[in-house]
C-alpha cells in the first residue's frame, strides 16, 4: 500500500509505504527533468506482539485514533523536512517501535536537511503525545562532504547535533549514487543496529572530524536519483 501526499507544491510529493518513506522531489530545469528520491527514514520490521498503540502519519494518513498491535513499544515522532533552505513539511508519527528508533537527531545533505523528535514507551496507547515540531539550530563549526549532480565535493555547515559525517552508497536500479552530508552521532548509532541491504543501501559509513567523509567524485551521463540515506531508522 502506497499513500501519497498532496500537500506540498507541484513539485513536490511524500510517500509513504509499510516499511519506507520516500520524499520524491521532481526538478524541472530548460535542458532536463530530474527526480530526487529521498530515502529519509526507513521503517523496521515487527516481531511477535503484544502491545496496543495508536497508529497514524499525520497529516498524510490516519487519524491517529486507529490502533495497532506491536511488538516492543510504542512510538511518536516528529519530523521537520527542509528543502533549499525552506521547510517543506512536519510529519507527524505514531506507530510501533524499538530501541533503536526511538533517537532523535538530524541529518544535512546541504540541500536537503531532516531533524526529528522522538519518543518511545511501553504501555498501551502511551504514544498519544504529540512531539513538537524539532527546531532549526546553529552552525557547530564542523563541515561535511556533500553531493550534488556534479559530484560530492561540495561542503556543507553541520548544524546543533551533526558530530558526525555520513557516507552512503545506494542502488538504484542499474545505477550506485553517493550520498554524503552531516549527521548525529544517535542515528549513526540506531543504524549500526539495522539492516539496510533490503532498501539498497550497500554500504554506510559515520566518521568523526571535518570533511573526514572525503570528496569523492563520481559522474553520470544521467542523475535520475539522489538517494540519502538514512538508515537509521524508522522515525521521523
Same mark, same amino acid.
Given at each position: 500500500m502506497t499513500i501519497k501526499a /498532496?500537500?506540498?507544491?507541484? &513539485?513536490?510529493?511524500?510517500?509513504?509505504?509499510?516499511?519506507?518513506? &520516500?520524499? &520524491?522531489?521532481?526538478?524541472?530545469?530548460?535542458?532536463?527533468?530530474?527526480?530526487?528520491?529521498?530515502?529519509?527514514? =526507513?521503517?523496521?520490521?515487527?516481531?511477535?506482539?503484544?502491545?496496543? =498503540?495508536?497508529?497514524? +502519519? *499525520?497529516?498524510? #494518513? /490516519?487519524? =491517529?485514533?486507529?490502533?495497532? $498491535?506491536?511488538?516492543?513499544?510504542?512510538?511518536? #515522532?516528529? %519530523?521537520?523536512? *527542509?528543502?533549499?533552505?525552506?521547510?517543506?513539511?512536519?510529519? @507527524?508519527?505514531? $506507530? =510501533?517501535? $524499538?530501541?533503536?528508533?526511538?533517537?532523535? /537527531? #538530524?541529518? !544535512?545533505?546541504? %540541500?536537503?536537511?531532516? +531533524? $526529528? @523528535?522522538?519518543?518511545?514507551?511501553?504501555?498501551?496507547?502511551?504514544? %498519544?503525545?504529540?512531539?513538537?515540531?524539532?527546531?532549526?539550530?546553529?552552525? !557547530? /563549526?564542523? #563541515?561535511c562532504y556533500s553531493c550534488d549532480a556534479n559530484g560530492c565535493s561540495v561542503k556543507v555547515n553541520c548544524e546543533g547535533s551533526e558530530d558526525r559525517c555520513i557516507s552512503a552508497s545506494v542502488k538504484q536500479g542499474t545505477n550506485t549514487l553517493s550520498v554524503k552530508g552531516c549527521v548525529s552521532n544517535s542515528f549513526c548509532a540506531a543504524s549500526a543496529s539495522t539492516s539496510t541491504s533490503g532498501i539498497g543501501i550497500t554500504s554506510m559509513q559515520c566518521c568523526e572530524g571535518n570533511l573526514c567523509n572525503g570528496a569523492e567524485n563520481f559522474t553520470l551521463s544521467f542523475l535520475l536519483m539522489i538517494v540519502p540515506l538514512l538508515s537509521s531508522v524508522l522515525f521521523f
Open positions: /498532496g500537500f506540498l507544491s507541484d &513539485h513536490h510529493q511524500i510517500t509513504f509505504e509499510p516499511c519506507l518513506l &520516500h520524499l &520524491h522531489v521532481s526538478i524541472k530545469t530548460p535542458t532536463m527533468k530530474s527526480q530526487v528520491t529521498l530515502l529519509l527514514i =526507513c521503517m523496521l520490521f515487527c516481531k511477535a506482539q503484544s502491545l496496543t =498503540c495508536h497508529q497514524c +502519519i *499525520y497529516p498524510l #494518513s /490516519g487519524t =491517529c485514533t486507529d490502533t495497532q $498491535t506491536c511488538a516492543d513499544q510504542c512510538l511518536t #515522532s516528529t %519530523t521537520s523536512v *527542509y528543502m533549499g533552505g525552506a521547510k517543506v513539511s512536519d510529519v @507527524n508519527v505514531k $506507530t =510501533c517501535g $524499538t530501541a533503536e528508533m526511538c533517537v532523535s /537527531g #538530524s541529518m !544535512n545533505l546541504g %540541500t536537503v536537511k531532516v +531533524i $526529528t @523528535n522522538a519518543k518511545c514507551c511501553k504501555t498501551d496507547l502511551c504514544n %498519544t503525545e504529540t512531539l513538537p515540531a524539532p527546531l532549526e539550530q546553529a552552525p !557547530n /563549526g564542523r #563541515s
